[in-house]
C-alpha cells in the first residue's frame, strides 16, 4: 500500500492558519488532522484530546523524554508538539496527514520528512495580519505586540517551503491547499503504480510494429 501524504500547513501567527485547517477538514473529511499537545490553558470551548492534548509542563517534559512527540517549539512561553506515533501510524495506512504547526517546528519536521508537503500562508498585507490579531480577540496587548514581531521574524522562513498561499479569502486558500494536494498525488503517480504493473503482466505478442 502507498504511504499516505504528510502536509504541514505553517505560516506566522495570526496568518490564518487555524481557520484554513478546519475550513479544509470541513471540505476533505478524509484528510486526517494531527491534534497536539500543548502546555497552554484551554480556551473558552476548547477539549482535551479534540483541540489539544492540554499537558502540564512536567507530561509535556517526559512525552519529550520518552521520545513521544515528532517535533516541539516553545511558543510564546508555551510547549506545543506533534506526537508521533498517530502520525506515523496514519500514513503507513495510506491516509493523509495535515499538521498545522509554527514554523520552527515546520522545520524540524521537514529534517525528519523531507518528502513532507511543507505550506506557508501568508497574509495579504501586514496590516491585514495586525488586524487579524489583535481581532481574534484571545490576547493580551502585550501577547499581540509580542506575536506581532514573532510573526514578522516568521516571514523570512518562506523561502525553506515547497508552496507559498495567500490567505486572502477563507474558501479561496482553502482551494488552492486542495490544489497542491492533488497535484501531489498525481505527481507521486499513485494509481499509475497499478497500471504499470498491470502493464508488465501483459504477454509481450503484439507491439506497435505489427499493427
Ligand atoms: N511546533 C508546533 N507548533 C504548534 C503545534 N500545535 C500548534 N502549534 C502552533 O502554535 C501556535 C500557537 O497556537 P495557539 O496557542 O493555539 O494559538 P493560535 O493558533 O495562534 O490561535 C500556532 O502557530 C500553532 O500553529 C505543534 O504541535 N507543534
Ligand atoms: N481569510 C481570512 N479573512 C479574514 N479573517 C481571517 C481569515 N483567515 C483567518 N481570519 C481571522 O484571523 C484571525 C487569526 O486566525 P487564526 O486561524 O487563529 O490564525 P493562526 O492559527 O495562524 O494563528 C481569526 O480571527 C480568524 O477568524
Known amino acids: 500500500m502507498n504511504r499516505g501524504l504528510l502536509i504541514v500547513l505553517s505560516g506566522p501567527s495570526g496568518v490564518g492558519k487555524g481557520t484554513v485547517c478546519a475550513a479544509l477538514r470541513r471540505k476533505l473529511p478524509d484528510l486526517t488532522y494531527s491534534v497536539s499537545a500543548t502546555t497552554r490553558a484551554p480556551r473558552a470551548g476548547e477539549k482535551d484530546g479534540v483541540n489539544y492534548f492540554f499537558r502540564t509542563r512536567e507530561q509535556f517534559q517526559d512525552m519529550i523524554a520518552n521520545d513521544a512527540l515528532l517535533e516541539y517549539a516553545e511558543y510564546v512561553g508555551n510547549?506545543?508538539?506533534?506526537?508521533?506515533?498517530?502520525?506515523?501510524?496514519?500514513?503507513?495506512?495510506?491516509?493523509?496527514?495535515?499538521?498545522?504547526?509554527?514554523?520552527?517546528?515546520?522545520?524540524?519536521?521537514?529534517?525528519?520528512?523531507?518528502?513532507?508537503?511543507?505550506?506557508f500562508l501568508l497574509p495579504p498585507s501586514l496590516r491585514e495580519l495586525k488586524e487579524r490579531i489583535t481581532g481574534r480577540?484571545?490576547?493580551?496587548?502585550?501577547?499581540?505586540?509580542?506575536?506581532?514581531?514573532?510573526?514578522?521574524?516568521?516571514?523570512n522562513l518562506l523561502e525553506h517551503y515547497d508552496y507559498a498561499v495567500v490567505n486572502d479569502e477563507i474558501d479561496t486558500a482553502c482551494?488552492?491547499?486542495?490544489?497542491?494536494?492533488?497535484?501531489?498525488?498525481?505527481?507521486?503517480?499513485?494509481?499509475?503504480?497499478?497500471?504499470?504493473?498491470?502493464?508488465?503482466?501483459?504477454?509481450?505478442?503484439?507491439n506497435v510494429s505489427e499493427r
Open 79 to 119: 510547549y506545543y508538539g506533534t506526537p508521533r506515533e498517530f502520525v506515523e501510524q496514519t500514513l503507513s495506512e495510506g491516509k493523509d496527514i495535515i499538521l498545522e504547526i509554527e514554523v520552527q517546528g515546520a522545520v524540524k519536521v521537514r529534517e525528519k520528512f523531507p518528502e513532507g508537503i511543507f505550506v
Open 175 to 206: 482551494h488552492r491547499v486542495e490544489a497542491i494536494l492533488i497535484a501531489e498525488h498525481c505527481k507521486r503517480e499513485r494509481f499509475l503504480h497499478e497500471l504499470f504493473e498491470e502493464l508488465d503482466r501483459l504477454p509481450l505478442t503484439e
Open 137 to 155: 480577540g484571545t490576547e493580551s496587548q502585550a501577547t499581540i505586540d509580542h506575536r506581532l514581531s514573532v510573526a514578522v521574524q516568521e516571514m
